[in-house]
């Protein structure tokens, strides 16, 4: 199930920038698996690809500690057949899309990060 692109971008912008970390948490199935190259930097692993609900928020839990005033501004939201794509101003002026893949009751399953 596919959620409305626009609300689900807002929402989520929101949890980020609420440094709640239940609330972003909330959008993610269990099984989740993220693929960002901020990953591969901050943790070494080669692929930088993370998987589970419990090593994403190691891993968010720790780079919300690093970055206490992370603030997101979404540009624009695009959707597809099972995905949304998130454009958004991320830290440090950088630009990034990430685009989310939903399970079959609208929670995020898959998510690949590109910045530049």
């Given at each position: 199930?596919?959620?409305d692109?626009?609300?689900?971008?807002?929402?989520?912008i929101?949890?980020?920038?609420?440094?709640?970390l239940d609330?972003?948490?909330?959008?993610?199935?269990?099984?989740?698996e993220?693929?960002?190259?901020?990953?591969k930097v901050?943790?070494?692993?080669?692929?930088?690809?993370?998987?589970?609900k419990?090593?994403?928020?190691?891993y968010?839990h720790a780079a919300?500690?690093?970055?206490?005033?992370?603030h997101f501004e979404l540009v624009e939201?695009t959707?597809?057949v099972?995905?949304?794509?998130i454009?958004y101003?991320s830290?440090?002026?950088?630009?990034?899309?990430?685009v989310?893949?939903?399970?079959p009751?609208g929670?995020?399953s898959?998510?690949i990060a590109?910045?530049n």
């Amino acid at each position: 199930m596919l959620p409305d692109s626009k609300e689900f971008a807002v929402e989520w912008i929101e949890s980020w920038n609420s440094h709640d970390l239940d609330r972003i948490m909330s959008h993610y199935a269990d099984d989740v698996e993220v693929t960002s190259p901020m990953i591969k930097v901050a943790t070494g692993i080669d692929n930088g690809t993370l998987q589970g609900k419990s090593s994403v928020r190691q891993y968010w839990h720790a780079a919300l500690d690093k970055v206490p005033d992370l603030h997101f501004e979404l540009v624009e939201c695009t959707k597809s057949v099972d995905s949304i794509a998130i454009y958004y101003k991320s830290i440090m002026g950088k630009m990034a899309i990430e685009v989310m893949f939903f399970d079959p009751i609208g929670k995020v399953s898959k998510v690949i990060a590109h910045y530049n």
